[in-house]
């Protein structure tokens, strides 16, 4: 039987059935490292040497797939086939089928690609080869049946696969893509703020649509501008949503401006009482956000229909920032049950009991909340002055499912994945397999993860099933040489930068942010060449911030830049890394310390306000596995003044 012919699972089997000592292991991965780029680029350079080599390794298909992917313009059909039928079961054969689908259509194979496509995508809703298909059968002369498919690829709020610009303008050459489709498609890329899809649509559409488009682009882009020319336009339903869409635009940096353009509009045009309803609240919430003194009163006098959890939450957090103890205990007391028993809102109420000469109750609060390993549970501790909950306990291995999860060949691809630097590949593998085993198993798969130093996996893996206890295991000491010389070299904490880290990526390497930041310390290119030109180390891009040296390097330099910039101040630099240098300058008190633990808790954005609590809360722990000992987390917990600001102002 020739090899083609072979289901994959026996093909997989007998591969990882061959003898590999731990040094071919390493050659083969070394061999894979050097030939994979090439295949990528479509070079095939094997001597028969190292082709025997890899051929027996598990990642073979991965650089086949690499290849075929490569030279698919090229490549045989025949070849293609009996790689995708040798192989299909695993990820890279279905990366290349997709491929080979566009490839085949792009060719005009027709034929080829409606059966790739009938057997695998019919039903997956992918615009890119519904198109495609779509368009195959308007060319075949049987356009009608596709109308009605192509009216729903039509009606998206977003761009669609420029392979859908042909069928969309079969749709308008039927008669079929009239005006009420053109608007039906506006209003929705209204709705989604997709405003240069809107303009563009627009064009085809009566002159106050293209009108509206523009109004509805200075409401999002110049709010202040378009308030203060509102007079000029017709007072109707849609001026009124760009109205208010300017309005929440204009709260979140300026809500006394936007408050007082309100102010004066909302009296000139029938607004709707839920739309009043919403402005207020939007204002309420961003004055509230802005820590602008008469915040309470906006807070206070919203209509019951404006009021919902975040609104509650923020009338605990104005009142700390006032240090109105009464006013946190009435406003905890009004969250819902759920949210209200949390040890966020517990310990701040706590706080407040005390600081109202209630001592007894605040104290029975904080002692049930310092049972806990967490940021408010160290806060507690710190405020009785005792221990900390460490409460650290092993998972305990059952080397029998551990040796048999090792052999599995899913979770050995997904380990040769993650050693020879495909990260990404690995983790989808991993997580793909890890999610179908049951609880035991899963737990035993976090502390193989582990013992392969693949420490975000087996932190992942651990958190699936609530196993929080291992702090060996979920606070790794990874990369520790380079972290120890780098975290020394720039003069901070190795704990600290550790923290950032974690809270970062987890310790992946090649990880990517929506926002752009690449690595292990989760930076933005511009800051790391900039970085690298201070510190005279070379810059290569994506090549230098996926090395683990580099990035901890470049990291550890630029968290010390901000622990430098705000004075020393561990909160504030933390915060810094996260939402930036001026958005921190701009959340400083004037003229007054604040006690952190409150400037923390009212940081303006969710995302900075967990991350910061997260990485203390880390700091903490790691201080305690680098150390062996207790650093109280209140060490780190000074005032927050203006003075970075100030000394920042006077520099410049």
Known sequence: MPASSLPATIILLCLLSAPATADRLDEQRDAFRTFYPQAELGIWD??????????DYVLWPDLRAAWLRATLATASATEIDAYLQQYLPLKPARALRYRYALQLAKSGNADRFLDLYNRHYRDLKIPRLDCLALQ???????????????????????????ECDPVFEYLRASGQLDESLYKERYALA??????????????????????????????????????????????????????????????????????????????????????????????????????????????????DA????????WRVRDALRRHDWPSVVTAVQA?????????QWQYWRGIALAEQGKSAAGLAILQRIAAERSYYGFLAADELRVGY???????????????????????????????????????????????????????????LAGRWG????????????????????????????????????????????????????????????????????????????RTARLLRQPYNGFITLTDAGSNIRLGTSYLAEMYNRFDNHRVLATAAYNAGPLRVERWLPQGREVDARIWIETIPYQETRDYVRRVLAADTIFHWRLAGETRRMSAVLIPVSDAPRLAQLSAE
């Open 190 to 303: 209204i709705e989604a703020r997709s405003l240069s899809l809107a303009r563009y649509l627009a064009r085809s559409l009566p002159a106050e649509f293209h009108e509206d488009a523009l109004n509805w682009s200075a409401a999002y882009g110049d709010s202040l501008k378009f308030l203060e020319g509102h007079e000029s336009r017709a007072n109707n339903e849609t001026h009124r949503r760009q109205l208010i869409a300017a309005i929440e635009m204009l709260s979140y940096d300026q809500p006394d401006a936007a408050d007082e353009h309100w102010d004066r509009i909302r009296s000139h045009y029938r607004f709707a009482a839920p739309q009043r309803a919403l402005v207020a609240r939007h204002i309420a919430l961003w004055m509230a956000r802005n820590h602008r003194s008469d915040s309470k009163a906006f807070l206070d006098d919203l209509p």
């Open 46 to 55: 094997l001597t028969s040497a190292r082709q025997a080599l890899l051929e």
């Open 306 to 313: 404006a009021v919902d959890t975040e609104v509650l939450r």
């Open 389 to 447: 909950a460490w409460s650290h306990k092993a998972l305990e291995p059952d080397d029998a499912i551990t040796k048999a999860l090792a052999g599995r060949e899913d979770l050995v691809r997904a380990r040769e994945l993650f050693l020879v630097g495909l990260e990404s590949q690995g983790r989808s593998e991993w997580d793909t397999t890890v999610e179908q085993l049951n609880p035991e198993a899963q737990v035993q798969a976090a502390i």
């Open 136 to 162: 195959l059968s308007i060319d075949a002369g049987d356009g009608e049946p596709v109308l009605p498919q192509a009216r729903d690829l039509w009606l998206v709020g977003h761009s669609q696969a420029e």
């Open 335 to 343: 969250l819902p049950d759920q949210e209200r028993q949390s040890d």
């Open 454 to 529: 693949w420490h975000s996996r087996a932190i992942a893996t651990a958190a699936i099933n609530e196993r929080y206890d291992d702090l060996n295991l979920r606070y790794p000491l990874a990369f520790a040489s380079q972290f120890e010389q780098y975290a020394s070299d720039a003069g901070i904490a190795q704990s600290w930068a550790y923290g950032i880290a974690r809270s970062e990526s987890l310790f992946m390497r090649d990880i990517r942010s929506g926002a752009g930041a690449i690595g292990i310390m989760q930076l933005m290119p511009s800051t790391a060449r």
